[in-house]
């Protein structure tokens, strides 16, 4: 008798898992989406940097990996985009963050050093990556040679050229020096094994005054994608549902026409 419970548990919690798992992998993209999505407020670009310039820390040996569900502890952190940097190639639209901390590099990009200044040296951003294209930087690595890299704060675009796209080692850390007579920005992510870095660097081109720009704006010959807002995505809460209760309903049948059997 113990043994036909214990096979029947067994076999309801593989097929439950299995199910689960399954459901997962179809609504994963929208729900770290949803996970990674913050509101940025233009207005507020220039106050939020002033404070943050206080507050900022810049100690790397806080950044671990981030799994899949990594961002779920900082949904609640309190955090204060500067600025956004964008990537339309890519689809990466993200605020930008100062100061280096796990919350900053989970929702966003986070600034590497005290004073970079946007249009001026070499300007570095960090974010965690994502195994899908367009969440954080999970698509840094398919950045190309050409590609137009922009940055904004609350008053202009700057945008850049990107000239290259590298795996380097983790202990690099010369790839965030200014280089005398040149303008850059320097975009990291980890490779997906997190053992080495992807660095793509962009050349700076020109700035462009926001308030000039119409929503039909071609900028480099790109459609920029919207510069107000992110779209909002609504995490999947019927679905969740209804996949966990499909898993067990069906784990449930499963267990019992085996246990018929036996």
Not at 38 to 54: G, T
Not at 119 to 131: C, F, I, K, R, V
Not at 237 to 256: D, F, H, N, P, Q
């Amino acid at each position: 008798m113990r043994s036909r419970v214990l096979m029947g548990i067994l076999t309801f919690s593989l097929v439950f898992t299995t199910l689960s798992f399954a459901s997962w992998l179809v609504l994963e993209e929208r729900i770290v989406s949803h996970l990674a999505h913050v509101e940025v407020d233009p207005d507020q670009f220039e106050v939020n940097l002033e404070q943050a310039r206080v507050t900022a820390e810049f100690d790397f040996s806080v950044i671990d990996e981030l799994g899949l569900s990594g961002v779920i502890p900082y949904l609640d952190a309190e955090v204060s985009p500067i600025g956004e940097v964008i990537v339309p190639s890519g689809g990466i639209h993200l605020p930008i963050f100062h100061g280096v901390s796990e919350p900053h590099i989970s929702l966003g990009a986070a600034t590497l050093t005290p004073d970079q200044r946007m249009g001026e040296g070499n300007y570095s951003l960090a974010s965690h990556y994502m195994p899908f294209d367009g969440l954080l930087f999970g698509s840094l690595h398919e950045v190309e040679i050409g590609d137009l890299i922009v940055l904004r704060d609350a008053t202009y675009l700057y945008l850049y050229n990107a000239i290259s796209n590298e795996v380097v080692s983790a202990y690099l850390v010369e790839i965030l020096d200014e280089i005398e007579g040149r303008t850059l920005v320097t975009l990291i992510t980890c490779t997906s094994d997190g053992r080495e870095r992807v660095a793509v660097q962009g050349e700076f081109i020109s700035q462009v005054l926001i308030a000039d720009l119409t929503p039909d704006d071609l900028i480099q010959g790109v459609k920029m994608m919207p510069l107000l807002e992110f779209e909002a995505v609504q995490f999947p809460k019927i679905e969740v549902i209804s996949a966990v209760v499909g898993s067990a309903i069906m784990a449930s049948l499963v267990t019992w026409k085996v246990d018929k059997k036996r």
